[in-house]
């Protein structure tokens, strides 16, 4: 069951449906692939993989305009004084693009129309409990699935507004399992933060649209539901006020606050509500579902289900329906283990954690838990004094290795009762001095059907748990480990948790699975990094076996040493090294200037591009038939893929101006153009119709834009207007300035993914890992070098960086390899390569004039370069430094 060798590591990859993992070994691919999927998935990744790269065919302006915005446009985001580059998981992208396809192009109307994509051959109208369109989307724990859920609500809700005859929705009733889940929605939603604060809504103007004018929603959350419009609602509710059960409702002075805490097991018969939804019903005509944490709601007896049925039938009156439901989940399965038949979507845990999505769980080894026994005792902490102290220690390390990161790393511990969750609270903060005062307990019972007596809590201690509960990421929280009956099973999912023990057994009869026991640890603490982060996963012998049932799943749980004596089961961490006794800090700093750019970019000389005297190799206009004219299939120059596809028979005269937009608009982002498209559109129209043929050629043939959508066109436009920009807007201002220095001695702690490294001994780093080998082996190289006082790898922590002219004539940043101090008085930057492209001399000589610049701009420390290449390094060996200079001092071409 292991991953195809093809299946790539970036979790940003387009993901072909060939390469995706399937529950068996790679020979059954071709026979059992499909068999071993949920039922719709494999025809849908199918479809969905083809329709996306025809260009979302048959989808309307509105679905294509969203689809491109979120997923092919680059998203430039600022954090603290950086920026980043903001992309969404292609989980993230496939699970919406799913929806819409099933909804646009597959026209799904019912679970008649679902059963069309069945694989097994085994599904029937009865597996369907509901009448109208209900989708789930099959996503690990950690793989975003509340962002979808904030894009599937801006599709639905634009769709209803832009498009004529649409029936979807722009009314919203979200739904959580519990209070926890609740509060973590309230996070994303309140205000409408997620919305903004993400790239969800496009920027006003864009493709003819007020996108973020015309977004008008109103947030009622839980009891506080005034409805005030007929449309833009938004109502987020946690599952036990949508219906109230026969039952008495939990409160704060009751002797079981498990109920009031976590929210009552969801059974009941009636469709009574806190929140009267016939009320909602009377007073919105439209209304779509959308359904966090939907792994409970497979039962048509639950008072859920009714409701929401109960709904749907009153919209029926009104001659209406409910428009959609979507549910999110981990794992969207019924008691039975089988899994929900509206699953549409599927990313499972294992390419979760091939991808680095989340965090690679790791269990003791076998020497390891030889170590490990139960004391017979009557205690319940004697018992399992050996798993506690294992589960500690795991957790020391790992907290002395995030705390250097300014991270808290959090301690887990389930227990069987409540009285067992009380005595392991009290004997952790009695035997180990560090959680004095740190422990959270939270009383839940085992499996939501036995309730077991817990001590009476009045509600303002509970809203301070679930507070304390929701903020133990914070490092102002103080408690660094949470002890509970069982686990929150879902909601509480802390990005903190490095260590889970589990001190009770596990019966087949319980439907909690274990990726859900997982699931509270494989958050990421460090988004965006490539580091591997890991949970360790300890606890009895029944526990493990419980654990590695994973393996279902195509998780194989790696086993490593544990205990006293091994390593932090931590992201490898670079540092200053601070506790090093043998290094003088001091010493081995070294000072590097920041320049200010040399290089700017004029937006304002657009206007002064002359089409007509462009330099080029004109592009033959063809004369294509009829059936070729039919349809226009547009890639993107830089990377051949198929942007969209136009069908003939549907458009307009003047549809050659989406056409030059679609050129103008690409142009603008690859140079990162912040103005002046409507110059730059009206010089490409021109370029169009009169030079780029050779004749002058009429826009509004269909001929002509069958032969705009040629790759020949498309990249001679695409090259002529890249190098036309470049050449009026690059300017290299002829002088830069000192503005700020680095002191490698202040850059905080980071982290990295485990790899070969050199533990230096002339580097404030504790250690230098390298790209190539070739790097690798000339840190080895300088920390032997009797004429070096030190050196660094310039991580990208570091960040010199040195703006340069490439060789397309565009501004980018340059990372030189290595900062070497030679002597107070002198610098070297060093930059090593083993293969060369088109930009290296281009580097070198700006390289070059960045020395010269700081040279000119202070004189007390003279600054210099060297170019080493693999080859010569290999051939030469030189035995110090000086020698590199000599040798090496300047790049030859």
């Given at each position: 069951m292991?991953?195809?060798?093809d299946?790539p590591s970036s979790p940003?990859?387009?993901l072909d449906?060939?390469?995706r993992w399937?529950?068996a070994d ?6 059992s692939?499909?068999?071993?999927l949920?039922?719709?998935?494999h025809?849908?990744r199918?479809?969905?993989?083809a329709w996306r790269a025809?260009?979302y ?8 305009a969203l689809?491109r915005w979120w997923?092919e446009?680059?998203?430039v985001?600022?954090r603290g ?8 998981y292609f989980?993230?992208?496939?699970a919406?693009?799913?929806?819409v396809?099933?909804?646009?192009a597959a ?9 069309r994509?069945d694989s097994?051959?085994?599904v029937s ?7 109208w369109r ?5 996503m690990?724990?950690?793989?975003g699935?509340t ?5 599937v609500?801006a599709?639905c809700?634009?769709?209803?507004l832009?498009?004529e005859g ?5 009314n ?7 209070i926890i889940v609740l509060?973590?929605?309230r996070v ?5 933060k997620?919305?903004y604060?993400?790239p969800?809504?496009?920027?006003n103007g864009y493709e ?6 015309d977004f008008q929603?109103?947030?009622h ?6 409805i005030?419009q ?5 109502f ?9 059960s026969?039952e ?7 002797e079981?606050?498990m109920?009031?805490?976590l929210g009552r097991?969801w059974?009941?018969?009636t469709?009574d509500?806190k929140v ?18 939907a792994?409970?709601i497979?039962?048509p007896k639950l008072?859920w289900?009714?409701s929401?049925?109960?709904i749907?039938?009153?919209?029926k009156q009104k001659e209406?329906?409910l428009?959609?439901q ?9 008691d039975?283990?089988?899994i929900?038949?509206?699953t549409?979507?599927?990313y499972p845990?294992?390419e979760a954690?091939w991808?680095?999505v989340?965090?690679?769980p ?5 020497a390891?838990?030889?170590k490990?026994?139960?004391t017979?005792s ?7 004094a050996?798993?506690?102290?294992l589960?500690v220690?795991e957790w ?5 290795e995030?705390e ?7 301690l887990f511990?389930m ?5 067992s969750?009380?005595?392991v609270a009290e004997?952790?903060e009695?035997?180990?001095?560090e959680?004095q005062g740190?422990?959270l307990?939270i009383?839940t ?6 309730s077991e007596a817990?001590s009476?809590k009045s509600k ?5 748990l ?9 490092p102002e929280?103080?408690?660094?480990a949470i002890v ?5 099973k879902e909601g509480w ?9 589990g001190?009770r057994?596990?019966?087949s ?7 859900q ?14 580091a591997?982060?890991?949970v360790s996963v300890?606890?009895t012998?029944?526990f493990l076996e ?6 279902s799943?195509g998780?194989?749980?790696e ?10 089961k931590a ?9 090093n006794e043998?290094?003088?800090?001091e010493a081995?700093d070294?000072?590097?200037?920041v320049m200010t ?5 004029e937006?304002?000389r657009?206007d ?11 592009v033959?206009?063809r004369?294509f038939?009829e ?10 120059i830089t990377t051949?893929?198929i942007?969209?596809?136009t069908v003939l028979?549907s ?5 050659y101006r989406?056409?030059i937009?679609?050129?103008?608009q690409?142009?603008?982002r ?11 559109y ?6 169009v119709?009169?030079e780029?043929?050779?004749?002058r ?7 002509t834009l069958?032969?705009l ?13 890249r190098k036309a920009?470049n050449?009026l807007?690059v300017a290299d201002?002829?002088s ?5 220095y680095?002191k490698?001695r202040n ?6 993914k485990?790899q070969?490294y050199v533990?230096?001994?002339k580097s ?8 190539s ?8 190289f ?6 070096v006082?030190?050196?660094?790898k310039?991580y990208f922590?570091?960040?010199l960086?040195i ?6 004539g565009?501004?980018s940043?340059y ?5 070497v ?5 002198e610098?070297?930057i060093?930059e ?5 492209d088109?930009?290296?001399?281009l580097k070198m000589e700006?390289l070059?004039q ?7 701009a ?11 290449d ?5 051939k030469?060996r030189?035995k ?6 000599e040798a ?5 071409d």
């Amino acid at each position: 069951m292991a991953i195809h060798k093809d299946f790539p590591s970036s979790p940003f990859e387009v993901l072909d449906p060939r390469t995706r993992w399937f529950p068996a070994d790679e020979a059954l691919r071709e026979s059992s692939y499909e068999k071993l999927l949920p039922p719709l998935v494999h025809k849908l990744r199918e479809l969905v993989f083809a329709w996306r790269a025809g260009g979302y065919a048959g989808a309307s302006d509105t679905s294509k305009a969203l689809l491109r915005w979120w997923f092919e446009r680059r998203h430039v985001m600022h954090r603290g004084d950086g920026e980043f580059e903001f992309q969404y998981y292609f989980a993230q992208r496939e699970a919406v693009e799913t929806v819409v396809y099933l909804y646009e192009a597959a026209k799904v109307r019912d679970k008649y129309d679902m059963i069309r994509y069945d694989s097994s051959g085994a599904v029937s109208s009865g597996m369907f409990d509901e009448e109208w369109r209900r989708f789930v989307l099959k996503m690990a724990t950690g793989s975003g699935k509340t962002k979808v859920l904030g894009l599937v609500l801006a599709w639905c809700y634009f769709h209803r507004l832009y498009e004529e005859g649409s029936d979807l929705a722009r009314n919203f009733l979200v739904i959580a399992p519990n209070i926890i889940v609740l509060d973590r929605l309230r996070v994303d939603f309140d205000g409408l933060k997620m919305f903004y604060h993400d790239p969800v809504l496009p920027d006003n103007g864009y493709e003819g649209r007020d996108w973020r004018d015309d977004f008008q929603l109103k947030l009622h959350i839980q009891d506080e539901v005034r409805i005030t419009q007929p449309v833009g609602n938004i109502f987020l509710t946690n599952i036990h006020r949508v219906y109230e059960s026969d039952e008495v409702m939990a409160s704060a002075d009751d002797e079981n606050t498990m109920e009031y805490f976590l929210g009552r097991r969801w059974t009941g018969a009636t469709t009574d509500s806190k929140v009267d939804l016939g009320e909602i019903v009377r007073n919105v005509d439209e209304l779509v579902v959308l359904n966090d944490e939907a792994h409970h709601i497979h039962n048509p007896k639950l008072a859920w289900f009714k409701s929401i049925l109960d709904i749907h039938n009153r919209l029926k009156q009104k001659e209406r329906f409910l428009s959609l439901q979507v549910d999110v989940t981990a794992t969207p399965r019924h008691d039975s283990g089988a899994i929900f038949v509206q699953t549409v979507a599927d990313y499972p845990l294992v390419e979760a954690i091939w991808q680095n999505v989340v965090k690679h769980p790791v269990i003791p080894d076998a020497a390891s838990r030889g170590k490990l026994s139960e004391t017979q005792s009557l205690k319940y902490v004697e018992r399992y004094a050996d798993y506690i102290h294992l589960g500690v220690e795991e957790w020391r390390k790992a907290y002395k290795e995030h705390e250097k990161l300014g991270k808290k790393a959090v301690l887990f511990v389930m227990t069987d009762v409540t009285d067992s969750c009380d005595e392991v609270a009290e004997y952790l903060e009695r035997m180990y001095p560090e959680l004095q005062g740190a422990v959270l307990t939270i009383h839940t019972n085992k499996s939501g059907d036995v309730s077991e007596a817990a001590s009476g809590k009045s509600k303002d201690e509970l809203d301070f748990l679930r507070e304390q509960a929701n903020k133990i990421d914070s490092p102002e929280s103080p408690h660094k480990a949470i002890v509970s009956v069982l686990m929150l099973k879902e909601g509480w999912d802390v990005r903190s948790v490095t260590t889970i023990v589990g001190l009770r057994a596990y019966s087949s009869r319980s439907n909690i699975l274990p990726e859900q026991t997982l699931g509270r640890g494989l958050r990421r603490m460090y988004l965006g990094a490539e580091a591997d982060e890991k949970v360790s996963v300890v606890g009895t012998p029944a526990f493990l076996e419980f654990v590695e049932s994973i393996k279902s799943e195509g998780v194989e749980l790696e086993q490593v040493s544990m205990g006293g004596g091994t390593g932090a089961k931590a992201p490898m961490i670079i540092e200053v090294d601070q506790e090093n006794e043998e290094k003088d800090i001091e010493a081995l700093d070294v000072e590097v200037p920041v320049m200010t750019a040399r290089t700017v970019r004029e937006y304002k000389r657009l206007d002064e591009i002359d089409v007509k005297r462009l330099k080029f190799n004109r592009v033959s206009y063809r004369q294509f038939s009829e059936e070729e004219q039919r349809e226009i299939v547009f890639k993107d120059i830089t990377t051949e893929e198929i942007s969209h596809t136009t069908v003939l028979d549907s458009i307009q005269v003047d549809d050659y101006r989406s056409v030059i937009g679609f050129l103008a608009q690409g142009l603008m982002r690859e140079l990162r153009l912040v103005s002046g498209y409507d110059i730059l559109y009206g010089k490409v129209k021109q370029f169009v119709e009169e030079e780029l043929f050779g004749e002058r050629v009429e826009l509004e043939s269909r001929n002509t834009l069958r032969n705009l959508s040629e790759m020949a066109a498309a990249k001679t436009i695409h090259d002529v207007f890249r190098k036309a920009i470049n050449e009026l807007t690059v300017a290299d201002k002829g002088s830069a300035e000192i503005r700020d220095y680095i002191k490698l001695r202040n850059v905080r702690p980071f982290t990295v993914k485990e790899q070969g490294y050199v533990a230096p001994k002339k580097s404030v780093f504790n250690r230098i890992v390298g790209d190539s080998h070739l790097e690798l082996e000339f840190a080895a190289f300088l920390d032997g070098c009797e004429d070096v006082v030190s050196y660094a790898k310039n991580y990208f922590a570091v960040n010199l960086r040195i703006d340069y002219v490439n060789a397309d004539g565009g501004i980018s940043n340059y990372y030189p390899d290595f900062i070497v101090k030679a002597s107070e008085a002198e610098v070297y930057i060093v930059e090593t390569k083993g293969l060369e492209d088109l930009d290296v001399p281009l580097k070198m000589e700006r390289l070059r004039q960045w020395c010269a610049d700081v040279n000119a701009a202070q004189k007390d420390v003279q600054y210099d370069y060297v170019f080493v290449d693999e080859e010569s390094f290999a051939k030469y060996r030189p035995k110090s430094f000086r020698g590199v200079v000599e040798a090496f001092r300047e790049y030859k071409d």
